[in-house]
């Protein structure tokens, strides 16, 4: 549940927007990358979410229906245009990203009364983001599906996907997060957004102040250091699969993706880090988000291949 939008990618890569060219256009959004990451690697998934009722919101049905993901639950608000994000691409590491969700965006128009809470409470799995909490009558709609999921026998995902460009402040942001911590299962988030959330930078101290907010399994991403998984009695810490970064700005989505497979799998937790950081690094080694989502196959190919190499790297050693 959550931001769905038009990505419009540069296809010059180290050049300022002032200067591009030529662009591709893709589904965009991170809720809705996120259920595409999912249903690439072969589980059934929807999206709650808007878009205005215009060409591109004609485009992101068609893109939903495309990568096997139901659009029963995204419809068009009259009024707003479908919003479109730009970004600039400087590897391996500076991705600017240029929102128009302007004077709102219809994701952001999602109202607690239209939504299917009896699918909402049966899903197995339930992504939430932090954007969604940013503004009404999302922030209301979203609370009001965390609280349906209450009790429910699946488990219920926040993506702390803090962006300060759609707060008021960081401030504000946390009170919000900590309103919905209690009904989170999952916590999954970079250190900049576990501070946002807890007050924490530091990745010990993030997951268990997440623990002490009622949130059973905290996912502490580290960029360039890996990944901390800690369920409150154990936790492991897994480094990132090394590849040549071309776009960094999926690779987040496509952790998500493969996070909620690993829950549905029921794998343990190092098994399940391993599996999310190598579908990341494959999206993070091409140009496109939701249309660079990997199937399980190429995964498992991925951690194949980057244990050969660690292998290599140990007899050389």
């Known amino acids: 549940?959550?931001?769905?939008?038009?990505?419009?990618?540069?296809?010059?890569?180290?050049?300022?927007?002032?200067?591009?060219?030529?662009f591709g256009k893709f589904l965009g959004g991170s809720a809705a990358n996120v259920a595409v990451a999912a249903a690439r690697l072969g589980r059934r998934s929807a999206l709650i979410s808007h878009t205005g009722a215009d060409p591109f919101g004609e485009f992101l049905h068609d893109a939903l229906q495309g990568f096997g993901v139901s659009d029963r639950f995204v419809t068009p608000v009259t009024d707003l245009p479908t919003p479109v994000t730009f970004c600039e691409i400087f590897p391996p590491d500076d991705f600017p990203l240029y929102f128009y969700r302007r004077p709102t965006a219809p994701d952001l128009q999602i109202r607690a009364e239209e939504l299917d809470l009896d699918a909402i409470s049966g899903a197995e799995i339930?992504?939430?983001?932090?954007?969604?909490?940013?503004?009404?009558?999302?922030?209301?709609?979203?609370?009001?599906?965390?609280?349906?999921?209450?009790?429910?026998?699946?488990?219920?995902?926040?993506?702390?996907?803090?962006?300060?460009?759609?707060?008021?402040?960081?401030?504000?942001?946390?009170?919000?997060?900590?309103?919905?911590?209690?009904?989170?299962d999952v916590a999954v988030g970079n250190l900049d957004e576990c501070d946002t959330a807890v007050g924490e930078r530091e990745p010990y101290a993030a997951a268990q102040a997440l623990h002490e907010r009622g949130v059973p399994l905290a996912v502490v991403k580290q960029g360039p250091k890996g990944v901390l998984a800690h369920d409150g009695r154990s936790h492991v810490e897994v480094p990132p699969v090394p590849v040549e970064v071309v776009n960094g700005l999926g690779a987040g989505d496509a952790f998500g993706g493969a996070l909620c497979h690993s829950l549905l799998a029921g794998w343990d937790l190092e098994r399940s880090m391993r599996f999310c950081n190598a579908a990341g690094a494959i999206?993070?080694?091409?140009?496109?988000?939701?249309?660079?989502?990997?199937?399980?196959?190429?995964?498992?190919?991925?951690?194949?291949?980057?244990?050969?190499?660690?292998?290599?790297e140990a007899d050389r050693g």
């Not at 549940?1 to 030529?22: A, K, N, W």
Request: aromatic share 8%; glycine share 8%.
């Open 1 to 22: 549940m959550g931001r769905l939008g038009v990505d419009i990618y540069p296809l010059q890569i180290g050049t300022s927007l002032r200067y591009v060219e030529s």
């Open 126 to 184: 339930f992504w939430v983001t932090v954007t969604g909490l940013s503004e009404e009558p999302s922030r209301e709609a979203t609370l009001t599906a965390l609280r349906a999921r209450d009790g429910s026998r699946g488990r219920t995902v926040l993506d702390l996907d803090y962006r300060p460009m759609f707060w008021p402040s960081r401030e504000e942001a946390r009170k919000w997060v900590q309103e919905a911590l209690p009904y989170v």
């Open 283 to 312: 999206v993070a080694s091409r140009l496109a988000c939701a249309d660079a989502m990997p199937t399980e196959a190429e995964v498992e190919a991925k951690l194949t291949e980057a244990a050969g190499a660690t292998g290599q």
